[in-house]
């Protein structure tokens, strides 16, 4: 059976009562995007409280429905078949010829939902559903009627056409990406920073991120692993602006001068500080970081508060509270983890300490700091000054 169209279902956005139109812009903006990308001419059209995509003659139904289940905002993907305005007893008919196209031999509980669109449509909703449902029973002597709680619910739209569709087909959730700011996500190679940028986005957030790069100790193949990783959140986040940091002389720096125990700790402030200098440059509202509490001696409540210390923006922490499984099966869900698995140097593993401190004390940690005041001013501008620009699409 070819399916003509797809009706989107968004129940999150039909909330949002006033801003429901912008809410509807974006997701019809981020749709045309995710389809551009695949061969055929799709054409999504908003109306009436509803958006639709109307598929050319010929296409692959699988790639467009992969493409549909990158777009955040879609809750339901329902593929719809398109029947000519002929009256009532071909309408009967088209519904049955769907029905057993769609679900030959059907035998469970269903119900006809009938809605008009067209008002002017001379008989009404629940005569349509009684009629059609009639024909069906006829048709499908095992199937029984269930009004109340069918297995099957067979919808029927009365438009200029009239358009049946009875499946649906889970779409990603959240929010269309434009209709909440900006951030900027803190990028490793690693497998929860990727997971933390989707979850952000999700919710309909601009994505930038950032990598800290030490060249010679990480590798061009760890720089384009973690390239490799900002394609496939882009899938769904849209482009991504990549700042491509060359953090060598700061953690050599660093390791010169700090106790070897407080390195990472140390490290990871001036992350955060290099993070929101792009962050404030490009309007971003916060920061995002793959950290989960206690996964790590740097992700310990004392380490997690001696790093946020020196932020002045807010750093969202998606996957605070997941246990490492549950971000793993996230990752397998996206599609980043056999990406995040290759094993590529990260900037943080070799400039690790034997025994991190766990309990950094933030007095402690600042005084350390106050050696590094000769020269760090100088190499975070150098930093800042030959950062690479990527755009990820
Ligand atoms: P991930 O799996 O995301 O790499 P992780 O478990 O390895 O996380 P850490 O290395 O402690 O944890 O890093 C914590 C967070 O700090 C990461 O999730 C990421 O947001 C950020 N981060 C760490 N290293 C880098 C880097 N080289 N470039 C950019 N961000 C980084
Ligand atoms: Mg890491």
Same mark, same amino acid.
């Given at each position: 059976?070819?399916?003509?169209?797809?009706?989107?279902?968004?129940?999150?956005?039909?909330?949002?009562?006033?801003?429901?139109?912008?809410?509807?812009?974006?997701?019809?903006?981020?749709?045309?995007?995710?389809?551009?990308?695949?061969?055929?001419?799709?054409?999504?059209?908003?109306?009436?409280?509803?958006?639709?995509?109307?598929?050319?003659?010929?296409?692959?139904?699988?790639?467009?429905?992969?493409?549909?289940?990158?777009?955040?905002?879609?809750?339901?993907?329902?593929?719809?078949?398109?029947?000519?305005?002929?009256?009532?007893?071909?309408?009967?008919?088209?519904?049955?010829?769907?029905?057993?196209?769609?679900?030959?031999?059907?035998?469970?509980?269903?119900?006809?939902?009938?809605?008009?669109?067209?008002?002017?449509?001379?008989?009404?909703?629940? #005569?349509?559903?009684?009629?059609?449902?009639?024909?069906?029973?006829?048709?499908?002597? #095992?199937?029984?009627?269930?009004?109340?709680?069918?297995?099957?619910?067979?919808?029927?739209?009365?438009?200029?056409?009239?358009?049946?569709?009875?499946?649906?087909?889970?779409?990603?959730?959240?929010?269309?990406?434009?209709?909440?700011?900006?951030?900027?996500?803190?990028?490793?190679?690693?497998?929860?920073? +990727?997971?933390?940028?989707?979850?952000?986005?999700?919710?309909?957030?601009?994505?930038?991120?950032?990598?800290?790069?030490?060249? +010679?100790?990480?590798?061009?193949?760890?720089?384009?692993?973690?390239?490799?990783?900002?394609?496939?959140?882009?899938?769904?986040?849209?482009?991504?602006?990549?700042?491509?940091?060359?953090?060598?002389?700061?953690?050599?720096?660093?390791?010169?001068?700090?106790?070897?125990?407080?390195?990472?700790?140390?490290?990871?402030?001036?992350?955060?500080?290099?993070?929101?200098?792009?962050?404030?440059?490009?309007?971003?509202?916060?920061?995002?970081?793959?950290?989960?509490?206690?996964?790590?001696?740097?992700?310990?409540?004392?380490?997690?508060?001696?790093?946020?210390?020196?932020?002045?923006?807010?750093?969202?922490?998606?996957?605070?509270?997941?246990?490492?499984?549950?971000?793993?099966?996230?990752?397998?869900?996206?599609?980043?983890?056999?990406?995040?698995?290759? +094993?590529?140097?990260?900037?943080?593993?070799?400039?690790?300490?034997?025994?991190?401190?766990?309990?950094?004390?933030?007095?402690?940690?600042?005084?350390?700091?106050?050696?590094?005041?000769?020269?760090?001013?100088?190499?975070?501008?150098?930093?800042?000054?030959?950062?690479?620009?990527?755009?990820?699409?």
């Amino acid at each position: 059976m070819i399916f003509h169209a797809f009706l989107i279902k968004y129940a999150e956005i039909a909330i949002k009562g006033k801003n429901r139109y912008l809410f509807e812009d974006a997701l019809v903006k981020q749709m045309n995007i995710a389809l551009s990308k695949i061969e055929g001419d799709y054409r999504v059209v908003k109306e009436q409280g509803r958006v639709y995509v109307f598929c050319p003659e010929e296409y692959d139904f699988d790639e467009a429905v992969a493409a549909l289940k990158t777009v955040f905002g879609i809750v339901y993907i329902c593929p719809v078949v398109i029947y000519e305005d002929q009256g009532l007893d071909k309408m009967r008919e088209d519904v049955v010829e769907y029905m057993k196209n769609v679900h030959p031999d059907y035998s469970g509980t269903f119900k006809v939902y009938t809605r008009r669109a067209k008002k002017s449509y001379p008989v009404n909703s629940m #005569e349509v559903s009684a009629k059609i449902g009639e024909s069906i029973l006829n048709a499908f002597p #095992e199937a029984k009627v269930d009004v109340h709680d069918p297995e099957l619910t067979v919808s029927v739209e009365i438009r200029e056409k009239i358009y049946v569709y009875s499946k649906s087909i889970k779409g990603p959730g959240g929010m269309p990406v434009g209709t909440n700011g900006k951030a900027m996500l803190l990028l490793s190679g690693g497998i929860d920073s +990727p997971v933390a940028g989707y979850m952000i986005a999700k919710r309909g957030v601009k994505i930038e991120a950032v990598y800290f790069h030490a060249p +010679p100790y990480t590798s061009e193949r760890a720089k384009q692993k973690v390239v490799d990783l900002a394609k496939l959140v882009a899938k769904y986040s849209g482009p991504i602006k990549l700042h491509v940091v060359n953090f060598t002389d700061i953690q050599l720096y660093i390791y010169d001068q700090c106790p070897h125990d407080e390195l990472t700790i140390i490290m990871r402030r001036y992350m955060m500080r290099i993070a929101e200098h792009f962050a404030k440059q490009d309007n971003c509202l916060g920061l995002i970081t793959g950290e989960s509490i206690g996964q790590v001696a740097s992700q310990t409540l004392q380490s997690l508060a001696a790093t946020n210390e020196v932020c002045t923006l807010p750093v969202y922490r998606p996957v605070i509270g997941f246990d490492k499984q549950e971000i793993v099966e996230r990752s397998w869900e996206i599609g980043t983890y056999d990406t995040s698995v290759l +094993p590529y140097e990260d900037c943080c593993t070799i400039f690790v300490a034997k025994h991190p401190v766990t309990k950094p004390n933030l007095k402690v940690i600042q005084k350390s700091e106050e050696k590094l005041a000769g020269k760090i001013d100088e190499l975070m501008e150098e930093a800042l000054r030959t950062t690479e620009v990527l755009e990820i699409q």
